[in-house]
Structures are given as C-alpha cells and as structure tokens.
C-alpha cells in the first residue's frame, strides 16, 4: 500500500484544515487507518485512527471534539478534518495502514504503511 498524504499549511489558531490520504495499492478497505503527528524534538503521537468499515473511531484526548477522521472506501481515501486548531496541533501529521493484529490503534508500532507526511502549522 502506497499512501499520500496533503492538505497541510499554515493557519491561525481556530482555524480549519482538512487532510487527506489517498491510498493505492493493495485493497484499501482491508486496512484500518491512523493519522498520527509528530512535532520537532518530540515522539509520534496517535491522532485518530477508524476501522475498515468507518463504523468506528477512535481519538486522544486533546483533539475530541474537534478533529473528525472519516475515510471513503470507494476513493481509497482518509481525512482529517480539524476545527479550531491550537498552535499546540503544530506537527507534522502523518498517516498509517494497519492490518489486522493484537496491537491497538494508537500504536504506531501496528502500522505497516506510512504516508511521507504533511506539516501543519498553527499561529497564535
């Protein structure tokens, strides 16, 4: 599976942007999918992650109610939408095909494919 991730850039905080990673390759709906980031000096963090179905998702803490994944099986596409950014959202944002395994959702050790990753940048 090869994934491409875009939709990252530079906006104030309370702002929106929304991600995207498009997947090709092998069969898209068999993967669950994760975004994940990671800021300068610092570890990946799980973002979001949702099953093969769409059905369910999963989030840390710090961005409920505000970032909303969602995917598109028939476009082999995830998203991110994230509202009200905070200059604490700054990192670069990654996305991760994971199959399934014993290994939860918001490790990134689960995941066998790696978007190159976008940057987001939140100013105050």
């Known amino acids: 599976v090869q994934l491409q991730a875009s939709g990252g850039g530079l906006v104030q905080a309370g702002g929106s942007l929304r991600l995207s990673c498009a997947a090709s390759?092998?069969?898209?709906?068999?993967?669950?999918m994760g975004w994940f980031r990671q800021a300068p000096g610092k570890e990946r963090e799980f973002v979001a992650a949702i099953n093969r179905s769409g059905g369910s998702t999963y989030y840390v803490d710090s961005v409920k109610g505000r970032f909303t994944i969602s995917r598109d099986n028939t476009k082999n596409t995830v998203y991110l939408q994230m509202n009200s950014l905070k200059p604490e959202d700054t990192a670069a944002y990654y996305c991760g095909a994971k199959p399934l395994s014993i290994l939860p959702l918001s490790t990134p050790q689960g995941y066998d494919y790696w978007g190159q990753g976008t940057l987001v940048t939140v100013s105050s």
């Open positions: 390759g092998r069969s898209f709906s068999n993967y669950r």
